[in-house]
């Protein structure tokens, strides 16, 4: 059978048995034995049945009857990490009021600039968090903690963790900072701590594997929707007009191919995972303004980088430094049309950093919310090295190392793809 994102290990850590009565009085708690099935094909789950395999599912996520923590005697911890993107502070918020209303957790630390705030020598002394100033933090984009990029001494942030009384910390941030928050976890579990570590996806590229959307992505891709719709405007606005829109996604292109969905007014999208050469694009491109007089273009970052590419550079998070594909392809198309004599007006748009610094939509601001209490019910619980994630319309409980095992991509085989090629009318192949 071909391997599936999920057939991984999906056990969660615990820190120990549960004994404590939850505080909170509800109607239903969520068992421990509650399971949300990766699935969703009936014949393939019959097919795991048949061979005698379990299907796949992850733990549900929810607030747990029993819980590990003495919420009388809990100190939390909250850092965000790595690019900003809409939502982080609805996140912060939710966090904060569901440890303080849900649990009465009276002491909680946002440390400052990401995970440098956990390593004393740099003297960045956390913020101390309350309901009253977490109420509208939701209105602003960015990060009211501030952020960083690239490791530090995972002994030394657990050394802190000690020295602050902390027995939660929340984790917000992308496969990275994940890695970062499993190296926490790692060094508490040999050192035999009672601390939780528990995390928040946040990556505006939507490609965590097992994790069906992550927060901030409709936000992103409505605006992005925006700048295209600018770019198709303007090309239609002229003879042989061109609009041009670079969009988010190193690795992964969601949000350029919901944006070619979203208006159907894309007529090339450039991504990651379906290579393209010059030689194909522009013959094409100049077959689409011959027959209709205008075109628009979408490429994500990370596309076309066998063209651009800067191999063996690397940011502060290990990342490598791409070559700016939106700039290329606007001389390079410039350069074809010049050379082929035809006239054109090209209009390059390139909102990245309007787009990753806006906040939160009020659905992306509901889904912060609650994966926010997800968070804390599972860290209150005693559960750890784990990611609170959401698959199937269910909130669930994903292993770090299974979340970060490999990077969430756009299938060329898949229906997504086939949607957005039949969307754009560009050729399957542009090699």
Known sequence: MT?????????IDRLGKAKVSNPMRLARFTPDDERVICETNPALIRRDLAAGREPPSFEAAGPRERLFFDPAQVRAGIVTCGGVCPGINDVIRAIVLSLHHHYGVATIFGFRFGYE?????????????????????????????????????????VDTLVERGVSLLFTIGGDGTQRGAAAIAAEIERRGLPIAVVGIP?????????????????????????????????????????????????????????????????????????????????PALEERLRQR???????????????????????????????????????????????????ISMKYIDPSYIIRSLPANA??????????????????????????GYWNNQYTHVPIP??????????????????????TGQPRDLT
């Open 3 to 11: 391997e599936r994102e999920y057939d991984v290990d999906l056990t």
């Open 117 to 157: 705030g956990l390593v004393a020598a740099y003297g960045h002394e956390p913020k101390m968090l309350t309901p009253e100033n977490v109420e509208a933090i939701g209105e602003l984009g960015g990060t009211v903690l501030g952020t960083s990029r690239g490791n530090q001494d995972v002994g030394l942030i």
């Open 202 to 282: 946040k990556t505006i590229d939507n490609d965590i594997s097992l994790i069906e959307r992550s927060f901030g992505f409709v936000t992103a891709t409505a605006e992005a929707r925006r700048a295209v719709q600018a770019a198709h405007n303007e090309a239609i606005a002229v003879r042989n007009g061109i609009g041009l829109v670079k969009l988010m996604g190193r690795e992964s292109g969601f949000i350029a191919a919901y944006s070619a969905l979203a208006d159907s007014q894309v007529n090339f999208c450039l991504v990651p995972e379906s290579p393209f050469t010059m030689e194909a694009l522009l």
């Open 293 to 343: 007089g205008h075109a628009v273009i979408a490429v994500a970052e990370g596309a076309g980088q066998q063209l651009v590419g800067r191999e063996g550079e690397r940011d502060a998070s290990g990342n490598v430094k791409f070559g700016d594909i939106g700039l290329f392809l606007k001389s390079a198309i410039k350069e074809y049309f010049a050379r082929a004599g035809m006239p």
């Open 363 to 388: 659905y992306d601001s509901a889904y912060c919310l609650l994966l926010g209490f997800n968070a804390v019910h599972a860290a209150m619980s005693g559960r750890t090295n784990m990611l609170v």
């Open 402 to 423: 299974a979340a970060v095992r490999r990077r969430k991509q756009i299938d060329p085989d898949d229906w997504l793809w086939t949607n957005v090629l039949l969307a």
